[in-house]
């Protein structure tokens, strides 16, 4: 039971380079979201999708990009990377609306 | 929009200690979740409240679902070295799927 995997677990990028963070579950959960977890700030929510092919903006989607081809992928993509955005990358994913998320154990990204 | 604050921001407990912890909002919440986070891994479920006035154990763990709706709090018995993380409270209002988290509390324990 693989659950939900992210990759890479840490990057290292250039500024105004265009990084994509992987995210990949095995349950078929039709909700999937991403965060970024930075200090003093906590989770914040970047993009969410309630199904393939369904996605919509978080508290903090400035300069980030998702897609929902298919239910068990959800890609991050930064399409020109700032220093800003160096943080820790959560996915998670959930069955329905109101059941408990499942976290991925995040993407370190750092942008240089 | 929703807020859900908890404070302190650190706590510093002895081994074999109980811990309150509380998470309090302005607005009502229809589920209170609490998670763990280690260092270096994602948030862990501990434990999912759905009705007002709940009150579920897992293990040492208890956690309260407040009658206002509005707060909730988790006790850890008896503390052990492993219980150090970040707890946060996350809670849904059910007007949408997103679920608003606090800005965590780490937990260190002494031995």
């Known amino acids: 039971d693989a659950g939900i995997t992210q990759s890479p677990r840490y990057k290292i990028t250039e500024t105004g380079r265009q990084v994509t963070l992987m995210c990949h579950q095995t349950?078929?959960?039709?909700?999937m979201f991403w965060y970024r977890q930075d200090l003093g700030h906590g989770l914040r929510l970047i993009y969410y999708s309630a199904a393939a092919d369904i996605t919509d903006k978080g508290e903090v989607p400035d300069g980030y990009v998702v897609s929902r081809s298919k239910t068990e992928n959800f890609p991050l993509t930064l399409e020109s990377a700032t220093r800003s955005q160096t943080s820790v990358y959560f996915c998670?994913?959930?069955?329905?609306?109101?059941?408990?998320?499942?976290f991925g154990n995040g993407t370190r990204l750092t942008v240089t | 929009g929703q807020q859900l604050n908890q404070s302190p921001q650190s706590m510093f407990i002895q081994e074999g200690e109980d811990v309150s912890m509380n998470c309090t909002s302005s607005?009502?919440?229809?589920?209170w979740l609490w998670y763990k986070q280690d260092p270096g891994e994602g948030p862990v479920l501990l434990i999912a409240l759905y009705k007002a006035g709940e009150l579920t154990s897992n293990g040492r763990l208890t956690a309260q679902f407040g009658i206002t709706r509005k707060d909730s709090f988790l006790n850890i018995s008896a503390s052990i070295p492993s219980d150090v993380g970040i707890y946060f409270c996350a809670g849904t209002t059910g007007a949408n799927s997103k679920l608003t988290f606090g800005k965590g509390i780490t937990l260190s324990v002494r031995p």
């Open positions: 998670a994913s959930r069955a329905q609306e109101n059941s408990p998320l499942h």
């Open positions: 349950w078929s959960h039709s909700y």
């Open positions: 607005s009502i919440f229809n589920t």
